[in-house]
């Protein structure tokens, strides 16, 4: 029951992190239609800029924390108004495609700056834990389940309580009318594009202390589709729903189940739950309108 | 644009465009034929290479360009062609046999996909590809007493009918495949299932309501797209002699989608125009890695810049060109400006130089240029 619990427990804050990556798919998803397949990379790019102002410039933690956000942010609009705006209109493939070009050149570039090696950063969670009983917590598990919270917390008052976040809404249910209603749809998408990088950043630099910062931490986006798709990928609580089960289902399928399973228990829990509800657990019923 | 004039029901749909187009196709396939005796063993094996991709870009071409969907997991079906090869070799198949049967074999697991694809639209069929691509991948890593795991399989020289077959001879049996399939693939477009992929393609309600039964046909593009590429990944088994599962990679799914888009997703002339590409690409980032620290060299140098610049613009030159991720900086910078300045594609480059030729003192660029596409909150 222990282990059971404890396995949990990392799931839980693992599924987190998946969550907070497919929160960034959904934002973007909703408001354009299109998938970012570089949404990996670019949690990826948060992380190693945290190496930089942590490791390297020797910051603060927390002082770090908001220059990535910030960088990031202004990085996600470039991105967009470089590769996503040119082609807004096209087919989905076409955008999809350009997304993983962007997501190979943010590797490549990342590769080129920082170097190959494993680089890990200080943070005032390291090595600290939290025991109840028997049950040992890491902190930094601990400060990715709390600012997953947080962070679900502040965009949900985004979205409900301010003029920006209405109106990012407006264009992600019906572009036309928010066009109609005066809203400047194509700076909408560039801003939904720095949220998103924003928090993609966040946890790359929440998720640094637990992997190692290394190339191919963006993978990990990878695994952030399945939890996308389960919880519909278009509505922002079934993300992070969608997260935290996948990072359950990965913890408990490595601890219980055969060598091998951990790394495809959430590839067969997606094709499972697309074949079973193809839009998802989360997902709206809608019919397209021709 | 020319017209043509019609005057018969078969006209519509001719295998080859004119007759100087079968004229120029048998002049290419009698000089491919007449390579082995004119061409090197490098530039021979480029162009088996070249073909196997070939094949991989039409089997996409017809899912992705002709039945409009999404798969970035073909290099599953690759990996079970290759490995359907190495194991029926193993056990002596003939491969006059083993051939065809990994194209149906690695079918039956392209129509075994295509089942979800019928309820998943666009995005989510992309995802539920990839998701397989990664389960195949472990699945072969860890089916160790047929696979042999992480330690990869060998595999002895292909023979027919008791031949040995030298790169002459598999250059040959590469070319004959190539050529069947592509011929294949002509029929099959401008086959009633041709058009009714393109319909599902179009607009998948449209066809619905015009009699197309959509679930049959996506399956079937499905079935014939991983058949096909089962057949490359038979070639690809015994060009490479060795396979292991990280040679059926995400980043190999990915190159398979980049000759589609950069050849052009509409014509099959496409898919070969971007296998062409993808494997020159090689060999041309390995000159210029060689080349480009000269050409700065004597740039800087021309330029009568401080000292302390050009020796760091040269180390700034040196460590780009050789960083270890240089390829797939330009792959992805490709694949973008591919995207947005060229959508049609090499193959569309060639329609519009081969239209300006032939309109030569009237062509008008304007005319040849895509029409810009527009979101819904721009039409005004």
Redesign the interface.
């Given at each position: 029951m222990l282990d059971f619990t404890q396995q949990l427990i990392s799931g839980v804050a693992l599924g987190c992190v998946y969550g907070l990556i497919a929160l960034g798919f959904v934002l973007i998803?909703k408001a354009t239609e299109v998938?970012n397949f570089a949404q990996g990379e670019i949690m990826m790019l948060g992380a190693f800029m945290s190496v930089t102002f942590i490791t390297t410039l020797g910051l603060n933690y927390w002082l770090s924390f908001v220059l990535c956000v910030i960088a990031m942010a202004i990085l996600g609009a470039i991105m967009e108004r470089l590769?996503i705006r040119?082609?807004?209109?096209?087919p989905?493939?076409?955008?999809?495609?350009?997304t993983?070009?962007?997501?190979?050149?943010i590797?490549?570039?990342?590769?080129?700056i920082w170097g190959?090696d494993d680089l890990r950063i200080e943070t005032p969670f390291t090595d600290g834990v939290f025991t109840i009983g028997k049950l040992v917590i890491a902190w930094d598990a601990l400060s990715i389940i709390v600012a997953t919270i947080l962070l679900c917390g502040a965009l949900y008052t985004f979205f409900r309580y301010t003029r920006v976040g209405i109106a990012m809404q407006a264009t992600s249910q019906n572009?036309?009318a928010?066009?109609y209603m005066g809203i400047p749809?194509?700076r909408m998408f560039s801003l939904i594009w720095s949220l998103s990088a924003m928090v993609a950043c966040a946890a790359g630099i929440l998720l640094a202390p637990i992997t190692l910062v290394h190339?191919n931490l963006g993978f990990l986006g990878?695994k952030a589709?399945?939890a996308a798709?389960l919880g519909g990928?278009g509505s922002i609580p079934g993300a992070v729903a969608g997260g935290i089960t996948i990072g359950i289902v990965e913890s408990l399928s490595g601890f219980y189940l055969p060598e091998?399973f951990k790394?495809?228990a959430a590839?067969?829990v997606?094709?499972a739950v697309?074949?079973w509800k193809?839009q998802g657990l989360f997902g709206l019923n809608a019919i397209?309108k021709? | 644009m020319a017209h043509h004039v019609r005057t018969d029901y078969g006209d519509s749909e001719p295998l080859f465009p004119s007759k100087a187009a079968a004229f120029w196709y048998a002049v290419l396939l009698a000089g491919l034929i007449a390579a082995p005796y004119v061409l090197e063993s490098y530039y021979l094996s480029q162009l088996v290479f070249i073909m196997i991709y070939a094949i991989v870009g039409v089997a996409l071409n017809i899912l992705s360009g002709q039945a409009g969907q999404v798969s970035i997991g073909h290099a599953a079906f690759l990996a079970i062609g290759a490995y359907f090869t190495a194991v029926s070799q193993k056990y002596g198949v003939p491969l006059v046999l083993y051939l065809p049967l990994a194209g149906i074999f690695t079918g039956i697991a392209g129509y075994l996909v295509g089942l979800p694809a019928l309820r998943l639209h666009g995005i989510y069929l992309a995802i539920a590809t990839l998701a397989f691509a990664f389960i195949v991948e472990e699945i072969i890593a860890r089916w160790e007493s047929v696979t042999n795991g992480n330690e990869g399989l060998m595999l002895p020289p292909p023979t027919v009918f008791g031949l040995k077959l030298g790169t002459e001879g598999f250059y040959y049996l590469c070319l004959l495949v190539t050529v069947l399939v592509i011929l294949a693939a002509i029929n099959i477009i401008r086959s009633s299932t041709g058009r009714s992929f393109m319909a599902i393609r179009d607009s998948e309600t449209a066809a619905r309501s015009m009699g197309i039964d959509t679930a049959r046909y996506k399956t079937t593009a499905f079935a014939l797209s991983a058949g096909i590429t089962g057949i490359a990944g038979a070639l690809y088994a015994h060009k490479m002699s060795f396979i292991s599962p990280e040679m059926f990679s995400l980043s190999v799914s990915i190159d398979f989608v980049m000759i589609i888009i950069i050849g052009g997703l509409v014509s099959l002339r496409g898919a070969v125009f971007g296998a062409i590409f993808m494997i020159m690409a090689d060999p041309l980032l390995i000159i210029l890695k060689d080349k480009v620290p000269l050409w700065s060299d004597a740039l800087t140098h021309g330029l009568f810049l401080p000292d302390t610049v050009t020796q760091a613009i040269q180390a700034g030159v040196l460590r780009v060109v050789n960083a270890p991720g240089l390829k797939s900086l330009i792959f992805g910078i490709i694949i973008i400006v591919f995207i947005i300045y060229e959508p049609m594609g090499l193959d569309g480059r060639w329609q519009r130089v081969k239209a300006y030729f032939k309109q030569f003192p009237l062509a008008r660029q304007r005319a040849a240029r895509p029409p810009r596409m527009f979101l819904k909150s721009e039409r005004r």
């Open positions: 998803y998938v590769v040119p082609i807004l209109g096209y989905q493939f076409s955008i999809v495609m350009a993983i070009g962007l997501g190979l050149v590797r490549a570039l990342v590769g080129i190959t572009m036309l928010a066009y749809v194509k190339a990878i589709f399945p798709v990928f091998g790394d495809v590839y067969i997606l094709l697309l074949l193809p397209k021709v | -």
